[in-house]
Nanobody
């Protein structure tokens, strides 16, 4: 059983930074794809970023490209999302996701395991 625990959310002013962490237990992640998604009130869950654990290949939504960086720490079995130059429209609950299959990393259907989410609020 894979368990994902997010942390690092909070309240920040526009232009500020936050780093989200997703600690993964229960599996070796060598073959996994890890993703970050977000969901704002009244909106669908949307893709933010993803990383293929073994190769380190990364994917980003256009809306966050150049501002957000996804990375992983093999020793800690943890994936990070560094968020810089935050905007009010980045406000959402951010979810970490994982899957061992090589599916489309930008779609929610590509992930079988999800964390509980962490709130990010960006004030203007």
């Amino acid at each position: 059983q894979v368990q994902l625990v997010e942390s690092g959310g909070g309240l920040v002013q526009a232009g500020g930074s936050l780093r989200l962490s997703c600690a993964v237990s229960g599996r070796t992640l060598r073959t996994y794809t890890m993703g970050w998604f977000r969901q704002a009130p009244g909106k669908e869950r949307e893709f933010v970023a993803a990383i293929r654990w073994s190769a380190g290949v990364t994917y980003y939504a256009d809306s966050v490209k150049g501002r957000f960086t996804i990375s992983r720490d093999n020793a800690k079995n943890t994936v990070y999302l560094q968020m810089n130059s935050l905007k009010p429209e980045d406000t959402a609950v951010y979810y970490c996701a994982a899957d061992p299959r090589f599916l489309i990393p930008t779609m929610t259907s590509g992930y079988g395991y999800w964390g509980q989410g962490t709130q990010v609020t960006v004030s203007s």
